[in-house]
């Protein structure tokens, strides 16, 4: 596959839905009230969405991958319901502390690593370095950084604070309200 197309990499907790801690229950999935228009507007546009996302909470033995999987069932319908469509889904299950033996692991695909993105890429026929990333943390836009690909910071979820903690060295292309108001960025960046 070709390696010609755009995508937009997205965070999970705290950018496309609310952030509860460890996402335990997918009763606790809550779109943000935007998210639905966000995502339809990229769909529109031809780039590729697709989600990534750490969840060590596998690793740490609160969750299974069973869950994070019924999670990503449950937003692709909320997100059907309003015709909007994310390409794929990735996550991350390990963190080297982990409790789950075989999660418990330094990866290469726990984000700020590139890992899921590679992935992504191989799968989906994306370029990176022509792409975007959207999160709510530092580790988003590192994320972005480190695969060549431009780096948007929410100020939901984590975002909050996440603004006046910025690690030396690492510069968002953008920090704005929400994912909404990213996508209107990356449409006018296009
Ligand atoms: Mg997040
Ligand atoms: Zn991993």
Redesign the pocket.
Known sequence: MNSSARGVFI?????LIE?VGYLDRVERVALYPWSIDAIRALNRTGLRVVLV??QSGVARGFFTEAVVEEVHHRIAALLDAGGARIDAYYYCPHHPDGKIERYAQRCDCRKPSRGLVDRAARELGIDPARSFVV???WL?VQLARAVGAQGLLVRT??GVTEESKRPAGVEADAIVNNLIEAVSWILLAM
């Open positions: 965070d999970r907790d705290g950018t952030e996302s750490n999160g709510d943390r988003d979820g984590y």
